[in-house]
């Protein structure tokens, strides 16, 4: 049974820092990876996919890195701002059952 | 393009009531999650629908909970009778099938639930 799991739980950062969260997944056999950011009240907006056979996404001042052997992913964001604080998700969707598997999210506060 | 719309966005409901959730997905997505959002948690799938047959519904507790997703488009989940433990918000997603290159999950604002 896949599992994911996000490190650290919670973060607080002054404006302008470059930053990076932590996502590992139990079961490499994936189809790809989904990073999404969730605003307090609200659904989940997605903020970069990987396929399984990529390495890296880039999106603005978003990066996503993918190492599948190891069960990781890493979500880089750079010159963070205070607008950039939100939950962050990342869910794993395996070969098997098309299901999206979700870590628990990493509250990220960006302080002025 | 129109994104996953759910109504309603807000339910508060007394312990043993029922109630019915509506999801509408992105036009030509075949696959439709609904998951279940627990406060401080990560959304958790209750059930998953390709057009209208049900690919995975084992967490689902379907003493209580149902869903349909007639004619392989709209869904309705529905609790019945609710209790406490229920009180979380409810997402619907929709994505293209696998196979399709980018098969992105795209998520609605979620019904935030309320058992009193």
């Known amino acids: 049974k896949q599992e994911v799991t996000q490190i650290p739980a919670a973060l607080s950062v002054p404006e302008g820092e470059n930053l990076v969260l932590n996502c590992s997944f139990t079961?490499?056999?994936?189809?790809?990876l989904q990073w999404f950011r969730q605003d307090p009240g609200k659904g989940l907006t997605s903020l970069l996919l990987?396929?399984?056979?990529?390495r890296e996404q880039t999106s603005g001042r978003l990066n996503a890195s993918l190492d599948k052997s190891s069960g990781r992913s890493t979500l880089y964001i750079a010159a963070s701002q205070p607008g950039d604080s939100a939950t962050y998700l990342c869910?794993?969707?395996?070969?098997?059952?098309?299901?999206?598997?979700f870590g628990p999210g990493t509250r990220l506060s960006v302080l002025p | 393009e129109a994104g996953v719309a759910q109504s309603p966005r807000y339910k508060i409901i007394e312990k043993r009531q029922s109630v019915a959730f509506w999801c509408n997905p992105i036009?030509?997505?075949?696959?439709l999650y609904w998951y279940q959002q627990i406060l401080g948690q990560g959304p958790k799938l209750l059930i998953q629908?390709?057009?209208?047959?049900?690919?995975?519904d084992s967490q689902l507790p379907k003493d209580r909970f149902s869903a349909e997703r007639l004619k392989g488009v709209d869904s309705t989940l529905k609790i019945q009778p609710a209790k406490l433990e229920d009180s979380a918000v409810y997402l619907c997603?929709?994505?293209?099938?696998?196979?399709?290159?980018?098969?992105?999950?795209?998520f609605g604002q979620g019904t935030r639930l309320t058992v009193v």
């Open positions: 629908f390709q057009n209208n047959g049900v690919v995975d």
């Open positions: 036009s030509g997505h075949a696959t």
């Open positions: 997603a929709s994505s293209l099938v696998m196979g399709v290159r980018r098969t992105e999950a795209f």
């Open positions: 079961d490499s056999a994936i189809y790809n």
């Open positions: 869910a794993v969707r395996d070969n098997y059952g098309q299901n999206f598997v």
């Open positions: 990987i396929q399984s056979s990529q």
